[in-house]
């Protein structure tokens, strides 16, 4: 049996990789820079049985659970609104306040009311920098006047916001949330769920926002 010589010298692999075809290194190229495969239970978890929360045709949902009061919420906050912008095509994004009592209480409902109020999507990266950056809201234990007074800068009347932060309506989107944060086994925010199914995981928001795409291209292929 005839063996095909090793190439061990440096020298003879390099003008083995020079005559190779233009194409064949171009390819090797693509696959270096490829995004790293994902692996379930390190960077997403399956949501048994888990559905959209508000599935919209054609789009795949992802679903930020986040806190007004949370500093890695507001951190992130930039990024991800720069992810949505750019996804806005293929991913119908919502965000979901994230009502775990205590402090994050009074915050969650404004947003549910601002929801109610057609206010919520103006007004989001605002409230951020009045309770992270400038200060002009209190992280803990706000009065009802205080917040009505952030959002009648959205031209929303005091009184109408108070009637509407304490509605039944306001209620109802809390406990629907609540149901699914908590089916979905959220812990913590920020957190990201893509189209009811996956829970990410990422180590990082540059990291949890590789991990969204890659999701977003799977859920898209198989619908």
């Given at each position: 049996?005839?063996?095909?010589?090793?190439?061990?010298?440096?020298?003879?692999?390099?003008?083995?990789?020079?005559?190779?075809p233009?194409?064949?290194?171009?390819?090797?190229?693509?696959?270096?820079?490829?995004?790293?495969?994902?692996?379930?239970?390190?960077?997403?978890?399956?949501?048994?049985?888990?559905?959209?929360?508000?599935?919209?045709?054609?789009?795949?949902?992802?679903?930020?659970?986040?806190?007004?009061?949370?500093?890695?919420?507001?951190?992130?906050?930039?990024?991800?609104?720069?992810?949505?912008?750019?996804n806005?095509?293929?991913?119908?994004?919502?965000?979901?306040?994230?009502?775990?009592?205590?402090?994050?209480?009074?915050?969650?409902?404004?947003?549910?009311?601002?929801?109610?109020?057609?206010?919520?999507?103006?007004?989001?990266?605002?409230?951020?920098?009045?309770?992270?950056?400038?200060?002009?809201?209190?992280?803990?234990?706000?009065?009802?006047?205080?917040?009505?007074?952030?959002?009648?800068?959205?031209?929303?009347?005091?009184?109408?916001?108070?009637?509407?932060?304490?509605?039944?309506?306001?209620?109802?989107?809390?406990?629907?949330?609540?149901?699914?944060?908590?089916s979905?086994?959220?812990?913590?925010?920020?957190?990201?769920?893509?189209?009811?199914?996956?829970?990410i995981?990422?180590?990082?928001?540059?990291?949890?926002?590789?991990?969204?795409?890659?999701?977003?291209?799977r859920?898209?292929?198989?619908h």
């Amino acid at each position: 049996m005839i063996r095909r010589p090793v190439l061990r010298s440096a020298f003879l692999q390099a003008l083995v990789l020079l005559s190779l075809p233009a194409a064949a290194i171009f390819s090797g190229a693509v696959a270096a820079d490829a995004p790293a495969a994902l692996v379930e239970g390190n960077d997403y978890v399956v949501i048994d049985g888990g559905k959209p929360f508000a599935p919209v045709k054609g789009k795949v949902e992802v679903v930020e659970v986040f806190g007004y009061t949370c500093p890695h919420c507001a951190h992130f906050q930039p990024q991800v609104a720069k992810w949505q912008a750019s996804n806005a095509k293929q991913v119908n994004f919502v965000p979901m306040a994230a009502p775990f009592g205590g402090y994050w209480t009074p915050y969650a409902k404004a947003f549910y009311a601002a929801q109610e109020l057609g206010v919520a999507g103006k007004s989001h990266d605002a409230m951020f920098l009045a309770l992270h950056t400038d200060g002009t809201l209190p992280l803990r234990n706000p009065s009802v006047d205080e917040i009505a007074s952030f959002y009648a800068r959205y031209g929303v009347d005091a009184q109408r916001f108070a009637a509407t932060y304490d509605s039944p309506q306001v209620q109802a989107r809390m406990e629907k949330a609540e149901a699914f944060i908590r089916s979905s086994g959220v812990e913590g925010t920020p957190t990201l769920i893509v189209n009811g199914k996956y829970r990410i995981l990422g180590n990082s928001f540059d990291d949890t926002l590789r991990i969204a795409d890659q999701l977003v291209q799977r859920e898209r292929a198989t619908h």
